[in-house]
C-alpha cells in the first residue's frame, strides 16, 4: 500500500512511532526512523535493513534537524510523509508544582520539535509537489484535565499548527492530518512518571487503552485515502474513556 513512499517518523524508538516503522515497513514504505536512543534504533535498523534509515536525533535540536535532513542518503532523500510523533509529558502536577526543567522540555520537544522537522522537511515536499504531515496532537489538546497544564498546551499548539498548515498549502498538492489520541498505553505514562512503572499501570487499570497499533492502523487509514481526500483531524478514543461533567468547588 505504501510501495515508493518514504517516510520520516519521529520518536520511532518507542509506542506509536515504533508500530508506524513495522506497520509501514511491512506495507512497502521507506523509513527514516528518529529517536534518542541508538541502541533502539540499531535493533530496528537490524529488524528491518533494507527498509530503515536510522538517525539519532532530538527533535528539540534545529541545528541537528536540518544537519541530519540534508545529510539523508540518496535512497530516503525526497520524503513523502513526514510523521512529527516525538512527544511527552512530564509530571501530572497543578502548574505551580511542576519543575522548570520539565516544563522546557516539553515545549521544546512537542512545539520546537514539530516546528523544526516541519520547517526542514516541507520544502522538498512543496519543491516535489506532494507529501502529507501527520501530527501527533492528543485529545489533551481539547479536553482540559487537573495535571495537563503545560502538556495540553502544547498539544494545543500542535492541533491548531495542523488546521494553520492546511490553510497555508491550500492550492499545493500537500495533505496535512492531526491524529488526537486519548488513552493509549506505550512507554508514555512511564515516561510521565519518571520511569516509576506502578504509577504508569495504575492509569491504565480495569480498562483497556488503546494500543499503539491501533494508532498506526489508523495513520495508515489516513495516508491510503485518495490523493483528492484530505483527513483533517482524526479524535480517537478507548470505548472505555469518555466525558466529565465540569467540576464544581463548593463551599460547605
Ligand atoms: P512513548 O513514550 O512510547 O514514545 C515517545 C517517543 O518519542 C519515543 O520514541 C522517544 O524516543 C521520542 N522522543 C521523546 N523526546 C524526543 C526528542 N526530544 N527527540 C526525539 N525523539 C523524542 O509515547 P507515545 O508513543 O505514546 O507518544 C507518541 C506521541 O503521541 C507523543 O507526541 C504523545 O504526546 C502523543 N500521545 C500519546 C498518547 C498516549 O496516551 N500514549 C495519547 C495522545 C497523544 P527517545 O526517548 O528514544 O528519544
Ligand atoms: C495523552 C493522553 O489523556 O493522558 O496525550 O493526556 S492524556
Given at each position: 500500500m505504501l510501495k515508493d513512499k518514504t517516510i520520516f517518523i519521529t520518536g520511532a524508538t518507542a509506542g506509536f512511532g515504533l508500530a508506524c516503522v513495522k506497520l509501514f515497513a511491512h506495507n512497502g514504505a521507506k523509513i527514516i526512523a528518529c529517536g534518542r536512543r541508538s541502541e533502539r534504533l540499531e535493533e530496528l535498523k537490524k529488524q528491518l535493513p533494507d527498509s530503515v534509515h536510522e538517525i539519532k536525533l532530538?527533535?528539540?535540536?534545529?541545528?541537528?534537524?536540518?544537519?541530519?535532513?540534508?545529510?539523508?542518503?540518496?535512497?530516503?532523500?525526497?520524503?513523502?510523509?513526514?510523521?512529527?510523533?516525538?512527544?511527552?509529558?512530564?509530571?501530572?502536577?497543578?502548574?505551580?508544582?511542576?519543575?522548570?526543567?520539565?516544563?522546557?522540555?516539553?515545549?521544546?520537544?512537542?512545539?520546537?520539535?514539530?516546528?523544526?522537522?516541519?520547517?526542514?522537511?516541507?520544502?522538498g515536499m512543496i519543491e516535489r509537489n506532494i507529501g502529507h504531515i501527520i501530527n501527533l496532537s492528543s485529545i489533551a489538546g481539547t479536553y482540559p484535565y487537573p495535571g495537563g497544564n503545560v502538556y495540553g498546551a502544547t498539544k494545543a499548539f500542535v492541533t491548531q499548527f495542523s488546521l494553520n498548515l492546511r490553510a497555508d498549502l491550500l492550492g499545493k498538492n500537500i495533505r496535512v492530518t492531526n491524529i488526537e489520541p486519548g488513552m493509549a498505553e506505550t512507554e508514555f505514562s512511564i515516561v510521565r512518571f519518571a520511569g516509576d512503572k506502578n504509577k504508569a499501570a495504575d492509569i491504565y487499570a480495569g480498562m483497556q487503552p488503546l494500543t499503539a497499533n491501533d494508532i498506526a492502523e489508523t495513520i495508515l487509514w489516513t495516508l491510503c485515502r485518495p490523493k483528492h481526500v484530505n483527513i483533517n483531524r482524526v479524535e480517537i478514543m478507548p470505548t472505555q474513556q469518555a466525558f466529565s461533567p465540569f467540576a464544581v468547588s463548593r463551599k460547605n
Open positions: 532530538d527533535v528539540g535540536d534545529s541545528v541537528a534537524v536540518k544537519k541530519a535532513i540534508a545529510a539523508l542518503p540518496e535512497k530516503f532523500s525526497k520524503v513523502d510523509v513526514l510523521i512529527n510523533n516525538a512527544g511527552l509529558a512530564l509530571g501530572l502536577s497543578a502548574f505551580d508544582k511542576q519543575e522548570e526543567k520539565d516544563l522546557e522540555q516539553m515545549v521544546k520537544t512537542n512545539i520546537m520539535g514539530v516546528i523544526n522537522c516541519t520547517h526542514a522537511l516541507l520544502p
